[in-house]
C-alpha cells in the first residue's frame, strides 16, 4: 500500500468519526439524557413539612386535603377529617418518587398514558396556599401482560409534571392513594354503641319491634311476646352487638340527594352506662348505608360523627334491620 493511499484512509477515518460524534451529539440535544435522570428524585428537595394543602383533580370530581393545626381535613365534605397516616404517607411517598425511566412524548401518547386532562393531577400547597409542585399520574405501568389492568397489581405508574410535558417519566410505585375519592382519605373511626341495654327498630311501613335486657349478663326480652313466640337469643344478640362494630365506608357531598333519610328505619337504641342513640338508616348505595344519628353520649367522637350524613357497610347494619319475625326461633314444621 502507497504512503498516499494511507493518508486518504486516516483522513476517510476523521471524516466518518466526526460526523458520528456530530449526530451522536445532535441526537443527545434532541432526547433527554435517561441515563443521568435515572435516581433522582422527581420533585428535588421539597420536604414533607412544607406541604400543607393537597389538590386532586379528575375528570369526574375533585377532592382537596388541607392541614388544620395538628390535623387534617377535607373542605368538600363540611372540613370531615382526613386519615392522618393516610395523607402523610402518600405526600412522603410522593416526595421521594424517584425517575425509573425517562422517554420523550408526544401530545398523541400523552394521551393514551393518561397524561392530559383525562389523568389525575395532584398538586402540593404551601401553608400560604402558594403552589409548590405538582404532577399528573396516568395510567399503571406493567412490566408483564396483564388481563385486567383496572385490577392487578401495577408494577409502577407513568407520570408527568407540568413543566416538561414532553417527558413521560416511570416511577416504581404504582400511587393507588392518588385518588380523587373520598373514600380514600377520611378518617374511618365510627360510632360505636356498646353494652346495648334496649333496641327498638322501626321500619316507615310502621313495623316495628323491641328488645331489652336488664343487664350485661341477661337475657333479651322481646317486647309484646305472643303465646307460642319465643326469641332467638343469639339473634337479639347479633341485632345488638353488631351496633358496638360499626365501620365508616365513606362521607358522602352533605347536599347528596335521594339519601332515604326523609324516611328512614329508626333504630332508638340505650346502652347499660345510660347514653340514648337515634340511628337513621336510609336508602343504599352500593353496599353502603346512607345513615345518621344523634347522641346524648359525650364521647368525642359521637359529637363529631353527628353533624355528618354518613355511608356504612351493609354488612355492618343487617343483623339490626331484620323483621320481627325474622328473630324468632323457627317451630319444627317451619313456622314461627
Do not use: C
Not at 243 to 248: F, H, I, Q, T
Amino acid at each position: 500500500m502507497s504512503g498516499r493511499l494511507v493518508l486518504v484512509l486516516i483522513a476517510l477515518a476523521v471524516v466518518v468519526g466526526g460526523a458520528a460524534l456530530l449526530y451522536q451529539r445532535q441526537e443527545a440535544a434532541r432526547q433527554p439524557d435517561s441515563a443521568a435522570l435515572l435516581g433522582q428524585r422527581i420533585f428535588g428537595e421539597l420536604q414533607a413539612a412544607e406541604v400543607a394543602a393537597i389538590r386532586i383533580v379528575e375528570p369526574d370530581g375533585k377532592l382537596t386535603i388541607e392541614k388544620k393545626g395538628d390535623a387534617w381535613v377535607i373542605p368538600e365534605r363540611e372540613g370531615f377529617p382526613a386519615d392522618v397516616k393516610a395523607v402523610r404517607d402518600f405526600v412522603l411517598k410522593a416526595l421521594e418518587l424517584k425517575v425509573g425511566q425517562s422517554e420523550p412524548i408526544g401530545d398523541r401518547d400523552r394521551a393514551r398514558l393518561n397524561l392530559d386532562e383525562s389523568g389525575t393531577r395532584v398538586e402540593f400547597a404551601g401553608a400560604d396556599g402558594k403552589p409548590l409542585a405538582a404532577m399528573v399520574v396516568g395510567k399503571k405501568y406493567f412490566r408483564r401482560e396483564v388481563a385486567d389492568p383496572s385490577k392487578a397489581t401495577a408494577d409502577g405508574r407513568f407520570l408527568q409534571v407540568p413543566d416538561k410535558t414532553g417527558v413521560v417519566y416511570i416511577v416504581s410505585d404504582p400511587l393507588e392513594q392518588a385518588s380523587a375519592e373520598s373514600a380514600k382519605w377520611i378518617d374511618k373511626t365510627a360510632f360505636k354503641i356498646e353494652k346495648v341495654k334496649s333496641l327498638q327498630v322501626r321500619f316507615p311501613d310502621g313495623h316495628r319491634w323491641r328488645v331489652e335486657r336488664a343487664r350485661e349478663d341477661a337475657d333479651w326480652k322481646l317486647e309484646g311476646a305472643r303465646p307460642g313466640e319465643k326469641l332467638e337469643i343469639t339473634k337479639a344478640n347479633a341485632a345488638t352487638y353488631t351496633l358496638s362494630l360499626l365501620e365508616l365506608a365513606d362521607v358522602p357531598p352533605q347536599d347528596a340527594k335521594e339519601t332515604g333519610l326523609a324516611k328512614p328505619i329508626r333504630l332508638d337504641a340505650t346502652t347499660l352506662e345510660g347514653a340514648s342513640y337515634v340511628v337513621r338508616v336510609g336508602d343504599k348505595k352500593g353496599d353502603n348505608y346512607y345513615v345518621s344519628f344523634e347522641s346524648t353520649s359525650d364521647k368525642p367522637i359521637d359529637k363529631r360523627l353527628s353533624r355528618y350524613t354518613l355511608l356504612i357497610p351493609q354488612a355492618k347494619l343487617d343483623d339490626a334491620l331484620k323483621r320481627r319475625d325474622e328473630l324468632l326461633e323457627k317451630k319444627e314444621d317451619g313456622k314461627s
